[in-house]
């Protein structure tokens, strides 16, 4: 189980209203570390004080600031907090509260530290005694708490790990005041908490940074595709593309992905080879989290048959993850590629392998999700089952991962997966749900990884990821459709506080588009659509109107059908509006397409009305 943000939330405010910082962090700090009474410890209480600050108090990765949510003048506190104004509390404040001969390294409490904590407190008029449980979630707040599910349980686990005793339970922790502001029942959640929900409602702090680095921000093709000439502009947030079957959307994205990764996903993409004299160049820019721009061209070389990046290209400081129409995958790291030197920035991957693995590249779905379900620290299954909660589909409820399995000639133990109908074997899931879990799978893999990855070389983790989805709508049903997308987009604070999702995706699909009318934001997002103008090719962006139901998407400029219905029906409803049209229209006529219109139509088509009236006027009664 994990805390809420609302349980974290109410727990803040609480805390902010009277505790005092030294009971919240030194006090705290000593008592997990075990420090003596009456004797003394060799340590650095500074040191102590800051690796407490380290685990539970950095809330946003982009900046190097403590947040503080304890009564204090300021809500961050900078990193040399523990050796500057929480020193100070220490050694001048609270002093009498522990035994500690100056200039040594060696800390205890003093025999009577009770009485000197309250007295302190009462002198500042800060209340003695302090909320446990709202303690207790602050100091949680991001940990798997096993099977506790009310805060007594939690305020229980906070007492037991942090060796307060009975003496300090009554004295210091006796209060509980959560359940006044927050039941349990919303306190508590089998899903980890997004530090998102948390950040958003703080105020930033003080050295907060742009999100992510570069990423991509326009494509130029020239001579390179079905068309003369394409543009692109992709959004900071969302860019989709849609179109007709053969006009370049998957060429598109693959020139995305060599533009970003600086590697293709598969085979190299041909430019018009029919005329030697014909220069095929794409020109691409990234944008960095300044805003400055650098742009790259690139030529296709006709002697090597290869597009020839300038040495100086840079490519996006992002983790990127592609999912092809083909079904194939692929996906990129800049600093992984750093760590594992011999493997190359991107690699590409098939559905098999990314089930069954590939030596020296990745373990496979199979592998990774047993270790996962059976680690001792489960914190990657959760966040791998919140990301299949979030692209679960309404017609098969929540997607659960189940007890792993064996089946026959399978010398592995297989993963299972829960819906509101079965519980099956993933490699006998549906093809739409092993799309989901393939999808689901690489993005939280190469995260972990890339933390790992990050963690190894020193560095701080990138706060950027950027999804390719081709055909986002394959082997999912329009109710599955319908919630993908805003899915999809949304895993990013699943993994992270602070990372942002770059999603550039192509569809035939108007349930796609119809589920982003809610969230679209024209600010961030952009809508392309590829279209045949006679025998040439045009890619335009496109004002993001809101049709409402499937069939005004349909009917749109999008997709440019004339109505929603059949094609049979479509015609003869067409032949129906020209015999309206028509001077002397004969009964026979206004019959025969009577008849037509029966056995194409339904009941209730909202076309009836309007011919009801007129194939009466002219002597037919239906």
């Known amino acids: ?95 009498s509260v522990f035994e500690h001969p100056r200039g040594t390294p060696k800390w205890g409490f003093s025999r009577e530290y009770l009485d000197r904590i309250t007295t302190v407190l009462e002198e500042k008029k800060f209340p003695s005694n302090v909320a446990a449980d709202a303690l ?69 702090p003080p050295d907060a940074k742009a ?57 190299e993409a041909l430019p018009q080879l029919d005329n030697p004299t014909v220069v095929s160049e794409v020109d691409y820019s990234l944008s960095g989290s300044s805003g400055r721009m650098v742009s790259f061209k690139a030529k296709y070389d006709r002697k090597s048959f290869t597009w020839v990046r300038p040495k100086e290209a840079a490519t996006v400081e992002a983790i990127a993850i592609f999912s092809r129409a083909d079904g194939s995958f692929a996906f990129a790291d800049p600093v992984r590629s750093r760590f594992n030197r011999k493997s ?60 792993p399995v064996r089946i026959p000639d399978e010398p592995r133990d297989i993963p299972t997966i829960r819906h509101r109908y079965d519980t099956v074997p993933v490699t006998h899931a549906s093809s739409g749900v092993q799309r989901v879990l ?23 983790p990138l706060r950027r990821m950027m999804v390719i989805v081709d055909e986002l709508e394959a082997h999912l049903h329009p109710k599955w459709q319908r919630i993908v997308l805003p899915a999809l987009m949304s895993v990013g604070e699943l993994l992270s506080s602070d990372l942002a999702v770059q999603m550039i995706a192509a569809t035939h699909s108007p349930m796609i588009l119809a589920s982003m009318e809610a969230s679209f934001d024209t600010s961030i997002d952009v809508l392309y659509h590829l279209h045949g103008v006679g025998p040439t090719v045009k890619l335009e962006e496109t004002p993001f109107v809101k049709y409402g139901d499937a069939s005004g998407w349909l009917t749109s400029p999008l997709f440019g059908l004339r109505h929603a219905r059949s094609r049979e029906a479509e015609e003869t409803i067409e032949r129906a ?30 076309f009836w009305p309007r011919w009801l009236y007129f194939a009466e006027q002219h002597g037919v009664k239906i």
């Open 1 to 95: 189980m994990y805390l809420t943000a609302e349980a974290v939330l109410h727990a803040i405010a609480i805390l902010r209203a009277n505790v005092h910082p030294f009971i919240g962090i030194t006090f705290v700090a000593c008592k997990h570390y075990g420090l003596s009474v009456g004797s003394l410890d060799a340590l650095s209480l500074d040191k102590l004080t800051e690796e407490h600050l380290d685990g539970h108090h950095r809330l946003d990765h982009r900046s190097s600031y403590y947040f503080q949510p304890f009564k204090s003048a300021s809500s961050w506190v900078k990193q040399r907090y523990p050796s500057t104004g929480l020193q100070t509390v220490n050694t001048q404040t609270f002093a």
């Open 136 to 204: 207790a979630v602050w100091l949680y707040k991001d940990t798997d708490v096993g099977s506790v599910s009310n805060y007594e349980e939690l305020v229980e686990l906070f007492f037991s790990e942090y060796k307060i005793n009975e003496a300090e339970k009554e004295r210091l922790f006796s209060i509980r005041m959560m359940e006044d502001v927050l039941a349990f029942e919303g306190a508590f959640s089998f899903e980890p908490l997004a530090m998102t929900a948390i950040t958003r409602e703080l105020p930033p």
């Open 211 to 267: 999100e992510g680095g570069r990423t991509i921000k326009s494509l130029r093709l020239r001579n390179a595709g079905p068309a003369r000439e394409m543009e692109l502009d992709f959004g900071q947030r969302l860019s989709v593309i849609t179109g007709d079957n053969g006009l370049g959307k998957s060429f598109l994205l693959d020139f995305a992905w060599w533009a970003a990764t600086g590697s293709w996903a598969d085979r």
């Open 344 to 403: 190359s920035i991107s690699n590409s991957l098939s559905a098999k392998e990314l089930w069954d693995g590939r030596p020296g590249t990745i373990e496979g779905l199979i592998r990774d999700w047993i270790k996962w379900q059976t680690s001792i620290d489960r914190k990657t299954f959760d966040q791998f089952a919140a990301v299949l909660k979030r692209l679960s589909p309404e017609d098969l409820g929540t997607l659960t991962p189940g007890e």
């Open 438 to 460: 393939l999808l689901a799978y690489l993005i939280i893999w190469s995260w972990q990884e890339h933390e790992l990855a990050a963690k190894q070389m020193g560095e701080i």
């Open 577 to 606: 509006k020209a015999l309206q049209l028509a001077e002397n229209p004969s009964s026979g006529d206004v019959a025969a397409i009577t008849e037509r219109l029966k056995s194409q139509l339904a009941n209730d088509d909202k």
